[in-house]
């Protein structure tokens, strides 16, 4: 599991989506689900997982939502 400071570091993301409880990278503060936010001057949207969305009409339309201001 990498690090989420490893990441930033290597990387330096402007937006960070993440997608699943699954997908969160150690060490981040748990970002509010389903909204956007700022977190460390890096937008940051913390979601659904794919298989969440494909089995649900609404989590996709909640999903969509979202990115259309990310």
């Known amino acids: 599991v ?3 400071a490893s990441l930033a570091s290597y990387f330096q993301p402007k ?3 993440i997608l ?3 997908s ?3 060490g981040i ?3 509010r689900f389903n909204l956007f936010e700022k977190q460390d001057g890096l937008n940051v949207l913390y979601t659904f997982s ?3 969305m494909m089995t649900s009409t ?6 969509w939502d979202q990115m259309k201001t990310f």
Do not use: H, M
Not at 58 to 63: A, T
């Open 20 to 22: 699943g409880k699954e």
């Open 24 to 26: 969160l990278p150690a």
């Open 2 to 4: 990498a690090e989420y």
């Open 50 to 52: 794919f298989n969440e």
């Open 58 to 63: 609404d989590n996709k339309k909640v999903f």
């Open 29 to 31: 503060k748990e970002p």
């Open 15 to 17: 937006t960070l989506l």
